[in-house]
C-alpha cells in the first residue's frame, strides 16, 4: 500500500463541491488500505493525526467582516457607504495584486513551514481551485521528486470570466507556470472531456499523462425514497437552486427572464448574500423568490428531495468548466432542470444518459420547455442508481488511479 499526500487548500469543514469530492476520494483511497494524509489551509473543528493544518495567513478575516458589514443594514448612511467603499477597495486592491490568487498568504505559511513538516509519501495530489494549491504541491515536492498527480477543477489560464487574477499583470507568470507544472505532473485530471481536449491543446500536455476524473457523488437510498414520495401534483412547481452564482461564470438573469412568467413557479434560492444581491437584480415577481441561507450537504440533499419538485442549475459561460451541482443533483433521483448559457455545454452530453436532466436554453420554445418539464416528473422511476454509481461514484474514480 501507499503512503498518498493530498495537498488542497480547502477541505473540510469548508463546504464546497472540491472538499466534497477529495473527502470521498479521501475515504475510499483509506477504505483499500492506503495512508492518506491532508495538508489543507483550512482550519479543523479538532486536531486529527492525518490532516495538517498549516496556519493560513490570509486576511480572511477581513474580507468577511467587510462583507457582512456591507450587507448588513446600518441606521447611518454614512456607515453604510463606509463598509461599501472599504470593500471595494479591499477587493481592488486584492484582485489587482495578489498571485496566483486569494490564496497567497497560505503559500507564505507553507514556504515558512514546510522544514517542519517533516512529510513522507509515495504520491502527491493537488487539487485545485485555488491554484495555489498546486503552487504549494511544486514547492513541497521540489526536493522528494515524488509522483505528482494534479486534479484540475476549473481553469486558471483559460478561464475567461472571473479570473483568478490580474492577467494584465501575470498573464506570462501563469502561462509559465501552468506549463510546467504540467511538464513536472505525472497524471493530470481533468473533470470532463473538453476541458481535457482545450488544455491539452492549448499547453501540448503529454497525453499519456491524461485522465478524465468526472465530478463524484454517493447515492442515499432514503433521500431517494424522499424524492419517490414527493406529490409531483402540487403547485406551485417549486425551482430550488443550491449553491452560489459567481459573477462573470453564471448568472440568473437569463433563466429568470425564460421562466418566470411561464406558469405557477416559485423559487427557493439556498444561497450566499452576495448571490441574493445579484439575483434580486433580476426577479420580476418578487413573491414568487425565497431565500434561504446555505445548509450542508446531508440536509441540502434531503432537503432537495422532499421540498422542491425539480432542482435548477445553472450553465457556466466557459465550455472548460463543468457545474459538479448538476450530478449532485442527479444523484437524488430528482427531476434537474439545466439552463445552458452556451451552445457547447458539457452537460448536454450528460443529458443523453439520465432521462430526469433536462437541458433548455432561451432558444428552446417555451411550450415545449413546458411539455419537456412535464414529462421530466414521469422519468423519476426510471432513474437507475446503478448506471449513475458505475459512472460517479468515487470507486469508479479511484479505479482510473490504478497505477497509485
Known amino acids: 500500500m501507499s503512503k498518498i499526500l493530498i495537498v488542497s487548500h480547502q477541505f473540510l469543514p469548508h463546504q464546497s463541491p472540491r472538499t466534497t469530492r477529495w473527502k470521498m476520494i479521501y475515504d475510499e483511497l483509506n477504505n483499500r488500505g492506503h495512508e492518506v494524509m491532508i495538508l489543507t489551509g483550512t482550519p479543523q473543528e479538532e486536531k486529527k493525526e492525518n490532516i495538517i493544518y498549516v496556519g493560513n495567513k490570509n486576511p480572511e478575516g477581513v474580507v468577511e467582516n467587510l462583507r457582512k458589514g456591507s450587507n ?13 467603499l472599504l470593500k471595494l477597495s479591499y477587493r481592488f486592491l486584492y484582485k489587482t495584486f495578489s498571485w496566483p490568487d486569494y490564496s497567497m498568504f497560505w503559500l507564505i505559511s507553507i514556504l515558512r513551514n514546510k522544514k517542519n513538516l517533516n512529510l513522507d509519501y509515495d504520491y502527491l495530489i493537488s487539487v ?30 483559460l478561464k475567461k470570466n472571473a479570473r483568478e487574477n490580474n492577467h494584465f499583470i501575470y498573464f506570462f507568470l501563469n502561462k509559465y507556470y501552468e506549463t510546467k507544472f504540467y511538464g513536472l505532473a505525472y497524471k493530470i485530471l481533468f473533470t470532463h472531456k473538453e476541458s481535457l481536449e482545450t488544455h491539452s491543446s492549448y499547453f501540448n500536455i503529454d497525453k499519456e499523462k491524461l485522465i478524465v476524473g468526472k465530478p463524484i457523488s454517493s447515492f442515499d437510498e432514503e433521500v431517494f425514497k424522499l424524492t419517490l414520495s414527493y406529490d409531483y401534483l402540487s403547485s406551485p412547481i417549486i425551482f430550488g437552486y443550491f449553491g452560489v452564482l459567481t459573477k462573470g461564470v453564471r448568472s440568473s438573469k437569463n433563466v429568470l427572464n425564460y421562466i418566470e412568467d411561464l406558469g405557477d413557479f416559485k423559487f427557493k434560492w439556498f444561497t450566499n448574500p452576495d448571490s441574493k444581491i445579484e439575483i434580486s437584480k433580476h426577479m420580476r415577481q418578487k413573491n414568487n423568490h425565497e431565500f434561504l441561507n446555505m445548509v450542508s450537504r446531508s440536509e441540502a440533499l434531503k432537503i432537495m428531495a422532499s421540498s422542491t419538485h425539480c432542482l435548477l442549475s445553472i450553465g457556466n ?16 433521483g430528482k427531476p434537474v432542470v439545466h439552463f445552458a448559457e452556451i451552445e457547447n455545454d458539457p452537460v448536454f452530453e450528460i443529458s443523453k444518459k439520465y432521462p430526469n436532466l433536462l437541458v433548455i436554453s432561451k432558444e428552446l420554445d417555451k411550450e415545449e420547455f413546458i411539455n419537456k418539464l412535464n414529462n421530466l416528473f414521469v422519468n423519476i422511476y426510471n432513474f437507475s442508481s446503478e448506471t449513475f454509481l458505475e459512472e460517479y461514484s468515487p470507486r469508479t474514480l479511484v479505479n482510473q488511479l490504478d497505477f497509485i
Open 72 to 84: 448588513k443594514s446600518h441606521s447611518s448612511s454614512l456607515l453604510n457607504f463606509g463598509f461599501r
Open 128 to 157: 485545485s481551485l485555488p491554484f495555489s494549491s498546486h503552487v504549494a504541491a511544486y514547492i513541497l515536492n521540489k526536493k522528494n521528486k515524488k509522483k505528482w498527480i494534479m486534479d484540475v477543477g476549473d481553469p486558471f489560464l
Open 317 to 332: 459561460k466557459n465550455s472548460a468548466q463543468l457545474p459538479s451541482k448538476v450530478i449532485e443533483y442527479l444523484s437524488t
